[in-house]
């Protein structure tokens, strides 16, 4: 099979598996459309490339049943972000039981703008599934099987949101993605403002039916990302972004972690990066770009 990219996020997919990454179909994804990227950036490729994956997170959460968890929320603050939409950061999780089918996995994260807008991703990978919000979902994911929902939000630098993926509690092979803006709930709360109840409620970005019941396993991977197909200067065209992955937290209040914060992919040590994380392992700080 004739490679014209690599799909850095089946990468990380597959890794969490089998402990590699791989090369892996080799189709490119930009909200909306999808592209090739003909030339990925590396140390040999300066001009007119793709450079799509820059830094991985691992998150766990301690004591998780042995039947899986049914929810879990990842709290995301950007700091600092390019005016055009560019960046994706995100979190990917897996099922404990994947039904006899490989590579069944998903993801749920934010592409934020410097001017105010966010769109909010969340994604299947895998046969078998289909969109139950058909306004913000449709078929395919990555330029795979699955099925890929985003919607748009208004998007404040500073702001803690909120990324909430749940188990439906009526049709338990439906799983739901939604997002809210925690930093804005706290404040209107706090303010006694009429509208808190408002502002404090998710939105939702979209829900999709896997086809048979399962959870929610422990551990998973985050990822930032840059993914316009081909950036001119390459490696050093890639813009300045500064972003925390929170720990996530359950319903029932379990002990979670997230660390192990690393640069990869074609600029590793081409770009500007810095990794910082807690000594208690609630956050990760990621720098990135010029």
């Known amino acids: 099979m004739k490679c014209f990219a690599r799909n850095t996020r ?73 005016a055009a939409n560019g960046y994706f950061f995100a979190q990917q999780f897996y099922f404990i039981n994947t039904n006899n089918e490989s590579g069944q996995g998903a993801y749920i994260g934010i592409q934020p703008a410097g001017n105010g807008t966010n769109n909010a991703h969340f994604s299947f990978f895998g046969t078998g599934s289909s969109s139950v919000n058909m306004a913000n979902c449709s078929t395919g994911a990555d330029g795979g099987n699955g099925t890929t929902c985003q919607l748009t939000v208004q998007f404040a630098v ?35 403002e009429r509208d808190a109840s408002t502002v404090c409620t998710p939105t939702e970005i979209g829900a999709w039916n896997i ?37 996530p937290s359950t319903p029932d209040g379990l002990t979670s972690t997230v660390n192990g914060e690393s640069s990869y992919g074609g600029c590793l040590g081409s770009v500007n990066y810095s990794g910082s994380q807690s000594t208690h392992n609630l956050w990760v700080r990621a720098e990135t770009g010029w």
């Open 158 to 192: 500073g702001h803690q949101y909120n990324l909430t993926v749940y188990r439906d509690a009526k049709k338990t092979s439906v799983w739901h993605g939604e997002i809210v803006d925690n930093t804005a709930c706290q404040v209107t709360t706090a303010r006694g």
């Open 10 to 82: 089946v990468e990380r997919k597959m890794s969490f598996h089998i402990g590699l990454l791989l090369l892996a179909l080799c189709v490119f994804y930009f909200p909306g459309t999808r592209v090739r990227a003909e030339t990925w950036c590396s140390s040999s490729s300066s001009t007119n490339c793709a450079i799509g994956g820059i830094v991985s997170v691992n998150y766990a959460v301690s004591n998780a049943p042995p039947q899986g968890l049914t929810s879990i929320t990842f709290p995301f603050t950007v700091f600092s972000i390019p």
């Open 211 to 247: 086809g048979y019941t399962t959870a929610l396993a422990s551990n998973g991977v985050g990822f930032v990302e840059y993914f316009p197909s081909s950036v001119p200067t390459g490696c050093s065209g890639l813009p300045y972004a500064d972003v925390e992955f929170g720990a």
